[in-house]
């Protein structure tokens, strides 16, 4: 209390006295203080204190006015003040661009973080009261059918918890017959509550639930259907007729901005249609027992009050047989950005640690500016310049370069933003893709200031020394808290860097695992997949299969072609329930033709492969996994699989495929013959053996020439493929190495400013030491010595927090542990590499030393 | 140098007490000094404003010195009487010395 008392006289006497004047009279004051204490005790001391320096400061207070400088206007300082801030900031360019640098690299990364999580964390879906829907999912208990499943109706009269409620599914692709050709749409049916439940005022036609076959089926276009429909103004009340049979008509639009609820390929949704009066659920039986069942998706507006859990536990049901159904109810927000709402956290985090160390690195520079200009600063003050013009100077200089570094951080974001455009997940397209908007530009601000607040900080510590500089002649500046201030900024830059190096190793390895992963295919094969009409199934939709195949191998390059119906890495996942050794089994089903695993370039390990006699309800050949699975990794040659009441006979094994995605392990497969499919599904064809992509041109005028209504929904190589299915993962890995990248570059900025510092701070002892006799070596040493036990402090510090930090990183890490040793040792490695060579540059400038010219220019 | 401006009455006091306290004549003391001969109290702002003001006229000279721990390393000013101000106190006190001539029995000195 005392202390804080009297270095609020000393500043106050400080500021009242003329500078020759006030040392002596605070002696005087310090040193009667003193006696009086012992004599009457502190308090009474302390009031005399307080007593005798406004005496003191009262007497010089006209003097302190007869003598001051005119006012100046507010205009002419801050011209004046620019002026010098320029003028010293053309003195030493370097530093200055070398703070800019810093705060822009940190800023925009920063800024690019925000843009990329915002869609997730900030961004209000484009629904009325988002807040209030909730998706909500039903299943059934397995075993014995449930007695009583609710309709949509039900739902809707529940007045109680719901203000609307709604149901859709997403069909499969329809085909119109446009007035330039033929069109595949995707359509969703939804209830006619669909569009009030989310805030559309779309007025659909009063039919819309009674709707039945496919006659006169009214149409709402969306913004994702094809140009022919979407533009088509005049497109009103004209039936468009449908391949399969029966006609649309265009009922109206949604607005463009319209985004389907929904998670997954919703985004191609480019129509709705309404939905069929069904019940919510539809059970499959086999044997009894409920083997599948296909539920409606509901989308529902909560009244006030009512959370999804009273929902979920509301429209649950369970019967003494253990028959029901089960509810689970989810916000719609949580839903649609599940995915990567802990992907956004992380990046967001990420984000704060590399303010946190540009921060650090600011101060760190500032620190370090403000002591070597200690002389200017009791210079400006001898020559008659206040505490206020002083630190004037140093907020103009921090708020330009924070400008500059706002300006820069933004250029860089949108260049960040723009490079990983390639990579987003599919979410992005759904929620909004990551742009500059407002918020964004608002954030980078709110760094910029947040980052120069906290370089402020050690600046004004830094600073606080000058007054004290003025008196003693300098040189007191450079004081141990200083010192202690910028070796711990030194120390949590570094753990930082450590931190996020250890996470992009971790991510980088899991990665170079995913890519070492033996797919089983040839990742050169070529994927076309093609939907034909509905109406062409069986013996007539084998013809265009086989014939298709026979075009795409009179192609210049094919060796192979083949034709399958199933999962081609891709999401379409076509599989059921069969028994096998009299369990049943759950299998994922593949119908292929005769070149298939030619094409794709798979192995056979057991038996043979598929003959002209074999038939697909003959013969199966099944993958590893199924032996593995349910044959004791025996292989099940000559055993049957029964699928519902047929035996098929097991003919062979071949090797397991990656036929979901790379980062998706193979479950059990089973193989049958394709032959004359009975339901109209996209076929996939494989053409092994090019050198070259085929044009797409070239391949749609295949499909064309033998089938005019074939549709080529895609067409890619299987490396691309593999590579889309693990697009997350590489864009995690991507802005986690971006990242480390920016936090190791930032920090041995700061690295190499500490040495520098030192360099420059004890250039005369330097060259003492050379001048007397000092090795290379102990010179060395003698300036790295700070850097190098900063770096290993942060180093020990960032590695302890990556053991238990890494954790949050599990879900994207394949084949490795997130406390992997040999990446933690790999990260540390690396850093100690660095920061080595971080020390070593500057270093050499101190051993170079002229102890002549050292101690002249000192 | 010749006086440009005569004295006031506590310049003369001040100059006085520094005279008294020769080589020890600082702040603090000259203002103890002040307060024990002339048995009033004394601002010790106008103690130190007039010190500087004398000097300003040339009637005082200072210097630097005496900085210990107890003073948080501060110097004391030590201050010395310049010959212009000596004989700036002389002429005051002689001035007041002739205008209490004829007056002793009224001031009973």
Not at chain 1, 234 to 249: K, N, Y
């Amino acid at each position: 209390m005392e202390t804080i008392l009297w270095r609020i006289l000393a500043w106050w006497l400080l500021r009242s006295l003329p500078p020759a004047a006030a040392a002596p009279v605070i002696g005087d004051l310090l040193e009667e203080h003193a006696a009086k204490r012992a004599r009457s005790g502190s308090v009474r001391a302390m009031l005399w204190l307080a007593g005798e320096s406004l005496s003191v400061a009262i007497a010089y207070r006209p003097q302190r006015r007869a003598t001051a400088r005119p006012r100046r206007s507010a205009m002419d300082m801050l011209r004046s003040d620019l002026l010098n801030v320029v003028r010293i900031i053309s003195i030493r360019p370097t530093a200055t661009v070398a703070t800019a640098v810093v705060i822009g690299l940190g800023i925009g990364l920063v800024s690019a973080m925000f843009a990329l999580a915002d869609p997730f964390l900030f961004r209000p879906l484009p629904y009325l009261r988002p807040g209030e829907l909730v998706n909500i999912r039903i299943s059934v208990n397995p075993g014995v059918k449930p007695g009583i499943i609710p309709t949509l109706a039900d739902w809707q009269a529940r007045r109680d918890l719901f203000t609307d409620v709604a149901a859709y599914t997403v069909n499969q692709p329809t085909r119109l017959t446009v007035p330039n050709g033929s069109i595949a749409l995707q359509t969703a049916s939804v209830s006619s509550s669909f569009f009030p439940t989310l805030g559309l005022t779309l007025t659909v036609p009063s039919e819309w639930d009674h709707v039945t076959g496919v006659s006169d089926t009214p149409l709402v276009v969306t913004s994702a259907a094809p140009p022919k429909i979407r533009d088509d103004e005049q497109g009103f009340d004209r039936a468009l007729p449908r391949q399969e049979g029966g006609t649309m008509w265009i009922a109206g639009r949604v607005p463009s901005s319209f985004v389907f609820p929904g998670t997954g390929n919703v985004t191609a949704i480019g129509g709705l249609i309404p939905l069929a009066n069904q019940p919510l659920v539809e059970v499959q039986e086999f044997a009894g027992r409920v083997t599948s069942s296909r539920t409606l998706s509901v989308l529902a507006r909560l009244r006030p009050g009512i959370t999804p859990p009273t929902v979920a536990a509301a429209l649950s049901s369970q019967a003494a047989d253990g028959s029901g159904i089960l509810v689970a109810a989810e916000s719609l927000a949580l839903q649609m950005t599940q995915r990567l709402r802990s992907f956004a956290f992380g990046a967001l985090a990420a984000g704060a640690l590399i303010l946190i160390v540009c921060a650090a690195n600011v101060g760190n520079l500032l620190v370090a500016r403000v002591v070597f200009r200690t002389r200017e600063f009791a210079t400006r003050q001898a020559l008659g310049a206040s505490a206020w013009d002083v630190s004037r100077l140093i907020f103009i200089e921090v708020g330009l370069l924070a400008i500059a570094g706002v300006v820069l951080g933004l250029t860089l974001t949108a260049w960040t933003l723009a490079t990983c455009d390639v990579l987003l997940p599919r979410e992005f397209a759904a929620l909004g893709e990551p742009s500059l908007t407002n918020r964004v530009i608002g954030f980078a601000c709110l760094a910029g200031g947040a980052v120069m607040t906290a370089g402020l900080l050690p600046a004004w510590v830094a600073w606080r020394a000058t007054p004290v500089a003025l008196f003693t002649q300098m040189a007191r500046a450079d004081t141990k808290s200083v010192r202690a201030l910028r070796f711990s900024l030194a120390t949590i830059q570094s753990a930082v860097a450590v931190i996020l190096l250890v996470g992009a190793t971790l991510l980088g390895r899991s990665y170079v695992n995913l890519l070492q992963q033996d797919p089983g295919f040839t990742s050169n094969s070529f994927v076309v997949s093609v939907s034909y009409p509905s109406n062409v199934v069986g013996a007539p939709l084998q013809a265009h299969i086989d014939n298709t195949m026979q075009q795409f191998h009179r192609l210049p390059g094919v060796r192979v072609a083949a034709a399958s119906i199933g999962s081609m890495i891709d999401d379409l996942r076509v599989g059921g329930l069969v028994r096998f050794n009299g369990t049943p089994a759950v299998v994922a089903r593949k119908a292929i033709t005769l070149s298939y695993f030619d094409a794709v370039g798979s192995r056979l390990i057991a038996g043979r492969s598929f003959t002209e006699r074999d038939g697909p309800s003959t013969a199966c050949i099944v993958n590893e996994s199924f032996a593995r699975n349910y044959n004791a990794g025996v292989s099940p040659v000559g055993r049957a699989v029964a699928v519902g009441e047929r035996l098929v006979e097991i003919v062979g094994v071949v090797r397991d495929t990656y036929d979901i995605a790379l980062d998706e392990r193979p479950t059990p497969m089973m193989f049958v013959r394709l032959q004359n499919p009975s339901v109209s599904v996209p076929i996939t064809y494989v053409l092994s053996g090019m050198t070259e992509t085929l044009p797409s041109a070239t391949i749609e005028r295949t499909v064309a020439a033998v089938h005019s209504e074939a549709i080529v929904v895609d067409g890619s190589t299987v490396r691309e493929r593999l590579m889309r299915s693990v697009r997350d993962r590489s864009f995690a890995t991507l802005m986690l190495g971006l990242f480390s990248l920016a936090a190791i570059g930032v920090s041995v900025a700061g690295l190499m400013g500490i040495v520098m510092y030192t360099v420059a701070r004890r250039t005369r002892e330097i060259a003492i030491r050379v001048a007397i006799g000092a090795g290379t070596p102990a010179i060395r040493y003698l300036v790295v010595r700070d850097a190098l036990v900063a770096a290993a402090s942060g180093a020990v510090l960032g590695l302890t927090a990556s053991v238990w930090l890494s954790r949050a990183l599990d879900s994207l890490l394949y084949g490795i542990r997130p406390a992997d040793p040999l990446s933690i040792a790999i990260a540390a490695t690396t850093v100690i590499g660095i920061v080595g060579v971080a020390a070593w540059l500057p270093a050499r400038h101190a051993v170079r030393l002229s102890p002549t010219a050292a101690l002249w220019i000192d | 140098m010749r006086l440009n401006a005569p004295l006031g009455e506590f310049e003369v006091v001040v100059l006085l007490a520094v005279l008294h306290l020769g080589e020890e004549a600082f702040g603090s003391a000259i203002r103890d000094e002040i307060q024990r001969r002339s048995r009033r109290r004394v601002s010790r702002g106008a103690v130190y404003i007039t010190l500087d003001r004398l000097e300003e006229k040339g009637l005082l000279t200072s210097r630097l010195a005496g900085a210990s721990d107890s003073r948080g390393g501060r110097p004391k000013r030590y201050f010395s009487a310049t010959a212009t101000g000596l004989k700036g106190v002389k002429y005051s006190v002689q001035m007041l010395a002739r205008m209490q001539e004829g007056l002793e029995p009224l001031l009973g000195t």
